[in-house]
């Protein structure tokens, strides 16, 4: 009985001193779960899963926003209310959201689905359904600390009207592109599906509320833990997986409020060093270790010292579909005939396959102009490119400067000393098109600049400023997370 007490003392002080800790730091929290949707079979765990995260949130001191069951224009209107909840807080703000239902990807684009939605083809979600990317640039565009957003939504596509053309899963999206400051966690790896579990919540869900709790545990840390206890709970068939540009430390829990640190992250292991770092240990271990870490370079190591079951063909799937997911966001930034008939070739047969070739054939007459800006070349001073004139035209005459003649300058006799008053009606002289201005006894002569003439052929324009979005495809201007897609 005493030890029961003692426990519960000790975690009610683990919650007192972890929201005492963080008070001075603002957090407002969106939680929404989709279980009823109208058309599709209902999803059981979603809406338990809003349920148990918000309670998580509240007791880490998140102003907690609690949502279910939402159709497309009271999903739109509540993202609209959250964003306006952040903005009020100020700029030292910590923003997450929490998703979970379904959740596909189109083209490359991927989309929340509200319950409402009954698509007939893939033109219909689009226009019922909530983008990924508008999120993003929506929470982007608020002044705020730290973004955090958790989606347990990569369950697989309902839809039988289109789920034969569309890929598996999420696609992957790099928040290293856009503003720093941000975290986006799925539930699974991108391009794989999520499993919604046969408990009273998912697997990604009942991962995150143990490991969400334990006290002093940054959230990358939180977030591993979590990959393995999903990894193994569900024998290697769901990993979750995040992107993050984060630059602020976060905890859900903290006992004493610690200085920022200066120490660096750990510098990440290349394949060599995690083949030797790997060399030797149990596989099961060496398993643990590489889905705990989560990278590409990890996985190769593994794949390479481990060829046999049960860990190997996972990890290597894991891999296989990670390059391909790498390759198609790749062809999806650059938008263009060519560089989706590049990943045609490198994967012929794939779930991507029917939507690459779509993309490709409606891109088929477009002309490829996307280049490759290079880094310094956004770093040019703003009076350094004022400066510059059109490449397509002749270079401007510089300002030359003339020196007067002694014999030009004449003394202009008054009015009375004319021999002869001026005539009327007389022809005009001709005005001069040259502009004469005097400073210090010197004439300079200032031309008109000559008028281009537009050479033939496409004009490439560069759009300037990510304004902390994501610029994909051949249009980066304006800071817009994702693609443009140029649909007819």
């Not at 839809?159 to 999420?170: A, D, E, M, Y």
């Not at 008028?451 to 495809?473: K, N, T």
Request: charged letters at 25%; a neutral charge; aromatic letters at 6%.
């Amino acid at each position: 009985m005493r030890r029961a007490m003692l426990t519960t003392a000790a975690l009610a002080a683990t919650v007192l001193f972890g929201a005492a800790a963080v008070a001075a730091e603002t957090r407002v929290a969106l939680v929404i779960g989709q279980s009823a949707y109208r058309a599709v079979p209902p999803l059981p765990n979603p809406v338990n899963d809003a349920k148990a995260i918000g309670t998580l949130l509240g007791d880490a001191g998140f102003e907690v926003i609690e949502a279910t069951d939402l159709g497309q224009n009271e999903l739109r209107a509540k993202l609209g209310d959250f964003a306006a909840a952040v903005a009020s807080k100020g700029p030292d703000t910590v923003a997450l959201m929490f998703y979970a239902g379904h959740g596909i990807q189109v083209d490359g684009e991927n989309y929340l689905i509200p319950v409402d939605v009954d698509p007939k083809r893939e033109a219909d979600i689009p226009l019922q359904a909530v983008r990924l990317n508008d999120v993003l640039n929506t929470l982007s565009s608020v002044p705020s600390k730290t973004r955090i957003i958790m989606l347990d939504a990569c369950r697989n596509n309902p839809f039988p009207s289109i789920n034969k053309t569309t890929g598996q899963g999420l696609a992957l999206v790099d928040t290293k592109s856009g503003a720093p400051g941000t975290l986006l966690s799925y539930s699974t790896s991108p391009g794989a599906e999520a499993e919604d579990g046969n408990g009273t919540n998912s697997p990604y869900t009942t991962a995150l509320l143990k490991a969400g709790r334990e006290n002093g545990l940054k959230i990358e840390d939180t977030l591993k833990r979590v990959r393995l206890a999903v990894n193994q709970a569900t024998e290697g068939r769901q990993t979750p997986w995040e992107s993050s540009s984060l630059v602020d430390d976060f905890q859900f829990f903290t006992v004493t409020a610690a200085a920022p640190s200066d120490s660096e992250a750990p510098k990440p292991r290349t394949v060599e060093e995690w083949r030797g770092f790997l060399k030797g240990k149990p596989v099961d271990q060496a398993n643990a270790l590489i889905v705990s870490d989560g990278s590409a370079d990890a996985y190769e190591a593994f794949v390479s010292l481990y060829a046999e079951p049960p860990f190997a063909p996972d990890a290597k799937r894991w891999l296989d579909r990670h390059r391909r997911m790498q390759a198609w966001n790749r062809a999806v930034l650059v938008n263009t005939g060519s560089a989706y008939t590049a990943f045609l070739a490198e994967y012929p047969a794939s779930d991507l396959t029917a939507t690459a070739r779509k993309l490709a054939e409606r891109l088929r007459n477009r002309p490829d102009t996307a280049v490759a800006v290079p880094t310094a070349a956004l770093a040019t001073p703003v009076a350094a490119a004022a400066a510059l004139t059109c490449p397509c035209g002749p270079t401007p005459p510089a300002l030359q400067k003339v020196e007067p003649k002694k014999t030009d300058v004449k003394k202009t006799k008054s009015r009375a000393e004319r021999d002869d008053p001026p005539k009327r009606g007389g022809k005009k002289a001709s005005r001069s098109r040259v502009y004469v201005e005097e400073e210090d006894d010197d004439v300079v002569e200032v031309r008109r600049p000559p008028i281009y003439a537009v050479p033939p052929g496409p004009v490439i324009q560069f759009g300037g400023g990510f304004r902390g979005g994501y610029g994909g495809g051949p249009s980066r201007g304006g800071g817009s997370y994702g693609p443009s897609r140029g649909r007819y």
